[in-house]
Structure formats: C-alpha cells, structure tokens
C-alpha cells in the first residue's frame, strides 16, 4: 500500500483501478488473488470524507437533492463509511426487459440474468461479511390474514451499518500486491488517436502530476463522476466525451425516490411493527450479532400485472424519516422540509420504488470548475408519471393492506399530480453509463467495457440500466467481481 506515495511521475499495472470505494476494493480483491499488477487510485485519504471543492457540483430541476459533496464522500470506503448498509438483491424481474415502462425507446434490459449473477451475489455476501440466507421471521398477522391476497411480499435482510466493506477478510492496506494510491486524483482518461484504447490517465496528487497506464483501466468512482470524468475528457477523436457517440453518458440518472407516503395510527404491537424495525439478533455472523430489517416488497407478478416499477415499503415512527442527516439543496439554496410533529403512536409508511429511465433525468458539465480544472457536475434528477404512478399504486395497496389490519386514520401524503418536498434519494446514484448490447442503447457492453474502447471499462451503479427497488450496492460488488473474473487471466490489451 502507498498513502502519500513519494514524487513518481509514472506508474504502470495490468489493471488500474479508479475508485476504492466498495466496488473498486471488491474489483482489486478478486484481481489480487489472480497475480495481476493492480494499481488502485483514489481521491480521498484513509478516512473517507467529504471534499467540497473535488465533489461538489449543483443541483438543479424539480427536486431538491443532497448537498454532492456530503453525499459522496471521497476516501478508502467511498460512501460505505456513511451508508445505512442495507444489503439486498435485485429479482429475476428487476433484469428483464419492460419496455411498458418508459416513454420513449429507452432499452430496459440488462445484457444478464439473474441466474449469471447468482455466484457472484454470493461472493459479494462474502466480501461484505454476511450471510447467505436471513431468515425471515414471520409477519404473524400479515400472515394469517393478509399476505395471501395482498400484493406484498415480505422480505428480510441484512444491515451491515456504516463499515467498509473488504476490512472483514481482506484489507486492502495491507496488502502487499495491490499498489494502493490515495490522494491521487484522476482529472482526465486520455485516449490514443483514434479512440479506440485508453493510453494513459492524467492524475494529480496535492503537489505533482503523474501518468498512469494499464492494460486495463476501470473506473469504479460512482454513477455522478463516472459520467463527470467520461464528458470532460472529450478529445478529437470523441468530441462530445468518451464513449458519448449516442449522447447517453449521463442520461437516465435513476435514484429510488423515498418518500414518507403513508401516515397512520395503530398499536405497534398489535400491527407487529417490530418486523420492520432495524434490530439486532437473529442472525450472528463469525460471533457478531448482525442487525437485520424487514420490508414489504411488491410481488414481480403485482407489479406486472399493474404496469408499475418495484416497489419496497418499511415502516418506521413517523417522524423519523424528516431527520436524514444530510443536507439538500435545490437551486444552490438549501432546502429544509417542514412537517407537523406526528402524534402520539402515529407511524409512517416509507416509500422506496423503481424509477424507470428518462433521458432528460441527466448529469451535465457546469462551466464551473474544481481546483485542478475539471468542469463541475450538475444534477438534473427528473421523475416521470410513470415513477409517480408506481408510487402512487404502492401507497393505495399499502393502505388498504394496513387498514385490514386494524391501523385508523390512514392518510396518503402524496399528492395526485406532484413529488413531496421531502422526497429524498437512496443516495443512490445509478444509470449514467448504462449497460446494452448494442452503443445506439447503452454506453458499456454486458462485460462493462465501453462500447469503442477496448480497454475501458466502468462498474458500479453507473451500468444500470433499470434500477429495480433494491438499495444498489450488493449488486454493483456482485458486478465487480464479475468484472474481475473477466479482466483475468486475460485483460484487455490494446
Ligand atoms: C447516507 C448513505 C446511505 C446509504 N445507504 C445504502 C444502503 O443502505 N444500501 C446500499 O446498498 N447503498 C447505500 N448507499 C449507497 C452506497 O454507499 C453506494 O452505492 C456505494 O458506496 C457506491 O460504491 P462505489 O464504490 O461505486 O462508489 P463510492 O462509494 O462513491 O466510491 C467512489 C470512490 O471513487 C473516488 N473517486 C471519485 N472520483 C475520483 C477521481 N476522479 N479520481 C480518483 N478517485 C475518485 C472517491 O474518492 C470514492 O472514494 C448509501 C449512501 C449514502 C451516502
């Protein structure tokens, strides 16, 4: 591992790797273990944290966003040191095809299945340290009286809590055979001539600039800068950025748009609210008691037969949902929702879904730029009718399902024709540098190599071409470690 490397102008490795948050780490795991060079080159120190100069970025259109720096913290672990840890996988469904979904000829299918991902779901289990099956515990009255005929599903998982993944069994410090380069910022992914390879990356560390080539290089930096570092690297040969023939980098920005959809009153106990609650027990993990949590999950047959994106519901003490505690912002002004304080036993139900891929829902380049001259991101996150109807079904199911089992007042707190101002993100950042076989629908191949550029490749939540509902980063590990099996034993050379 090298933390403040000494003043070196060049370095070279089989695989460079940009990004040690969770999927660059998981990424250099697996390679690690095959006898390649891997170099892996983040911003951030040893601590992740955020940096307001290097991450920051404005937030515009209709929906007030986190504060791009505060949500994307820079460093060994990436965001993981702030995540909620929520570990789930997407379905058979969530891979499919659903063209009914979206406006436009957007194409909607991953370029696997399920099935392809399995093994690597389990690896990516492994690396985070968790276990294969948690069991749910039954929703009793759920159960006897409702599930049957409700279009919900009940779901139990894991939550790992802010933690990095890779310091349970592997700990990329101290790891003698991956070249670990922190502070060593990638300010541009230069290609030859023609475009066709990467020949080098540009870096900067806080008092040199060096060269890095690989014979394979990945970025692994997240859905918002992936698309940042791809459009501001333009050259002759790719005019309006790397792998942007087809204008799609940074379009379809998704997110899971979370709102506090449904407020009620009920006796906890008597509604058996404690299912959904985050708790510990159940499960214990190498002597370590595991929390878990539960959630309601529209069934893939509801959600065919309504036409509708996934769907997950929680339930949790209204309130809770308004004290996240990252800023937003919307229009360079902060943005604080006001809620009247909830009554006494009043709960609320969450709403996380499905958005569906929109182009205009995109990350552009400002004329702003950070310290080393790099145009700034701006988010445009935009939802559809289609993301709103599909919130809208779950909150009527939800209510109709909670109403059989005893709660009163049940009131629906999204509007027919609008997004709550507390509409938050997962923070989630999927879309921008989506997955197809084909460059006219996607810009990287079913192998995350980008369509034109034979030794580029991206992972994480940017391939996404569909979001599912499921919190993103147990599969984006999954698709690492994919990735890893395939740069080895033969990366891609030029
Ligand atoms: C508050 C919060 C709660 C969350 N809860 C959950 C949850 O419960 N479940 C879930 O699945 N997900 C959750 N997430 C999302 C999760 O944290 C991300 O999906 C995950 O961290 C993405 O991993 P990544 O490695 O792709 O990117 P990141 O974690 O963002 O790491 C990217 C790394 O790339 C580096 N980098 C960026 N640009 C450059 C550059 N130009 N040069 C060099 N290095 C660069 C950064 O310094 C950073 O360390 C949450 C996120 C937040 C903020």
Redesign the pocket.
């Known amino acids: 591992m090298t933390v403040a490397r000494e003043r070196q102008n060049r370095i070279e490795a089989d695989v460079v790797i940009?990004?040690?948050?969770?999927?660059?780490l998981a990424l250099a795991s697996r390679l690690a273990d095959t006898g390649r060079r891997v170099a892996v080159?983040?911003?951030?120190g040893p601590i992740?944290a955020p940096d307001h100069d290097l991450g920051t970025g404005t937030i515009d259109g209709h929906i007030p966003y986190f504060d791009l720096a505060e949500?994307?913290?820079?460093?060994?672990?990436?965001?993981?040191g702030?995540?909620?840890?929520?570990?789930?996988e997407l379905d058979e469904i969530d891979f499919e095809p659903r063209p009914e979904l979206v406006d436009d000829r957007i194409a909607t299918g991953w370029c696997l299945t399920r099935k392809d991902l399995d093994p690597y779901y389990r690896d990516a289990r492994a690396f985070c340290g968790i276990p294969d099956v948690v069991p749910a515990r039954d929703w009793l009255r759920a159960g006897e009286v409702c599930v049957r005929d409700c279009p919900f599903e009940l779901r139990s998982f894991p939550v790992l809590g802010p933690r990095r993944p890779g310091y349970r069994g592997w700990d990329p410090c101290a790891d003698e055979r991956v070249d670990l380069l922190l502070g060593?910022?990638?300010?541009r992914v230069v290609t030859t001539d023609r475009g066709d390879a990467v020949d080098h990356l540009l870096v900067r560390t806080a008092d040199h600039e060096l060269v890095v080539t690989g014979r394979a290089v990945v970025l692994?930096?997240?859905g918002i800068?992936t698309a940042r570092?791809l459009l501001s690297s333009s050259s002759a040969a790719w005019p309006t950025g790397i792998g942007n023939g087809n204008d799609l980098v940074g379009r379809c920005f998704m997110e899971h748009p979370h709102i506090d959809a449904v407020r009620l009153h009920g006796d906890p106990a008597a509604l058996d609210i404690e299912f959904f609650l985050e708790r510990v027990g159940g499960v214990t993990v190498d002597g370590e008691r595991m929390a878990t949590a539960g959630a309601l999950v529209l069934s893939a047959a509801a959600s065919r037969a309504a036409g509708v994106g996934r769907i997950q519901l929680f339930i949790e003490m209204a309130g809770d949902h308004a004290k996240h505690p990252?800023p937003r912002l919307r229009n360079g002004r902060r943005v604080s929702a006001r809620y009247a304080a909830p009554g006494p036993r009043e709960l609320a139900v969450i709403s996380s879904t499905e958005q569906v891929p929109n182009r205009d829902s995109r990350i552009t380049l400002s004329s702003d730029v950070d310290r080393y001259g790099v145009p700034l991101p701006i988010l445009n996150w935009r939802l559809t009718r289609t993301d709103h109807r599909t919130a809208m079904f779950g909150i009527e199911a939800a209510g109709r399902l909670l109403r059989e089992l005893g709660a009163t007042n049940v009131r629906r707190r999204l509007p027919r024709d609008r997004w709550p101002l507390d509409t938050l993100g997962?923070?989630?950042?999927l879309g921008t540098a989506r997955m197809a076989d084909s460059p006219a629908d996607g810009v990287v191949d079913g192998d995350c190599r980008v369509h034109g550029v034979t030794n580029l490749y991206i992972t994480?939540?940017a391939v996404f071409p569909r979001s599912g509902y499921a919190?993103?980063?147990?599969t984006?590990i999954a698709l690492a470690l994919r990735l890893g099996d395939h740069l080895s034993p033969a990366p891609a050379g030029r």
Not at 71 to 80: A, M, N, Q
């Open positions: 940009v990004g040690a948050g969770p999927v660059g080159l983040d911003s951030g992740p949500c994307r913290p820079r460093g060994l672990g990436g965001s993981t702030l995540w909620g840890g929520w570990c789930e060593a910022t990638v300010t692994a930096v997240g800068e570092l990252l997962g923070p989630h950042h994480g939540g919190p993103p980063t147990l984006m």
